[in-house]
């Protein structure tokens, strides 16, 4: 089975699945088996942040052994970062936040980046650079699907993917949205059921999670 985001190509990361699962890995031993029931439930977008010592591995043991995965890294708050993960085999990039060192880098790095913003005027700056494609983080802090579609109004040239706060319910409501194409979360990933590696129910959790194309998102 063939990655749906291949190397060479540019295609939007918000048009893979209506929601991006935000992994949080303590031990790298987990991602292959967690990477595979994901995809097996229809999420091949995989964002593994850089929270943990594992986080590195568990992206090149994702990209090396799962290539039906796409695999990506979070949390990437510095150049330096963008370095490492590309090179561990991160197929695109997201960041809570910006700054011109950051983006310079992401740009720089040839792979799909969602860049952080939560207000307006960061939402302008970015597409003053011709940055389409946005984070919005955090979500439901930050104003939640009302400010969202506030923006969609006089910026309908921005795509988001809100993460932060966003659960199973909250999902269909954000994936209205004209302006939103997937969101971020962590629902699928329980730290009990990772814990326990218990990949059925996380594969199931994905399931339903992938299910809500179908519940009034604009996902393509």
């Given at each position: 089975?063939?990655?749906?985001?291949?190397?060479?190509?540019?295609?939007?990361?918000?048009?893979?699945?209506?929601?991006?699962?935000?992994?949080?890995?303590?031990?790298?031993?987990?991602?292959?088996p967690?990477?595979?029931?994901?995809?097996?439930?229809?999420?091949?977008?995989?964002?593994?942040?850089?929270?943990?010592?594992?986080?590195?591995?568990?992206?090149?043991?994702?990209?090396?052994?799962?290539?039906?995965?796409?695999?990506?890294?979070?949390?990437?708050?510095?150049?330096?970062?963008?370095?490492?993960?590309?090179?561990?085999?991160?197929?695109?990039?997201?960041?809570?936040?910006?700054t011109?060192s950051?983006?310079t880098?992401?740009?720089?790095?040839?792979?799909?980046?969602?860049?952080?913003?939560?207000?307006?005027?960061?939402?302008?700056?970015?597409?003053?650079?011709?940055?389409?494609?946005?984070?919005?983080?955090?979500?439901?802090?930050?104003?939640?699907t009302?400010?969202?579609?506030?923006?969609?109004?006089?910026?309908?040239?921005?795509?988001?993917?809100?993460?932060?706060?966003?659960?199973?319910?909250?999902?269909?409501?954000?994936?209205?949205?004209?302006?939103?194409?997937?969101?971020?979360?962590?629902?699928?990933?329980?730290?009990?059921?990772?814990?326990?590696?218990?990949?059925?129910?996380?594969?199931?959790?994905?399931?339903?999670?992938?299910?809500?194309?179908?519940?009034?998102?604009?996902?393509?």
């Open positions: 089975m063939t990655s749906p985001l291949p190397r060479s190509a540019d295609p939007s990361l918000l048009d893979l699945a209506p929601v991006l699962p935000v992994v949080v890995l303590a031990d790298a031993a987990d991602a292959v967690l990477a595979r029931a994901l995809v097996a439930g229809g999420l091949p977008a995989i964002e593994v942040t850089l929270r943990t010592p594992a986080a590195l591995e568990a992206i090149r043991a994702i990209a090396g052994e799962v290539p039906e995965a796409v695999v990506g890294a979070g949390t990437v708050v510095s150049p330096e970062q963008v370095g490492a993960v590309t090179a561990a085999g991160a197929r695109f990039l997201v960041s809570p936040g910006w011109e950051l983006l880098a992401m740009r720089a790095s040839g792979v799909p980046y969602l860049p952080g913003v939560s207000t307006a005027s960061e939402v302008v700056a970015l597409l003053e650079r011709g940055v389409r494609e946005m984070k919005f983080f955090p979500a439901q802090a930050a104003g939640g009302a400010y969202l579609r506030s923006l969609a109004g006089p910026l309908p040239q921005a795509r988001f993917c809100p993460t932060g706060g966003i659960g199973p319910t909250t999902a269909p409501e954000y994936l209205s949205l004209p302006n939103v194409g997937c969101v971020g979360g962590s629902w699928m990933v329980p730290a009990e059921a990772v814990a326990a590696r218990d990949w059925g129910r996380i594969e199931e959790l994905a399931g339903a999670a992938a299910g809500l194309r179908g519940a009034g998102g604009t996902c393509r």
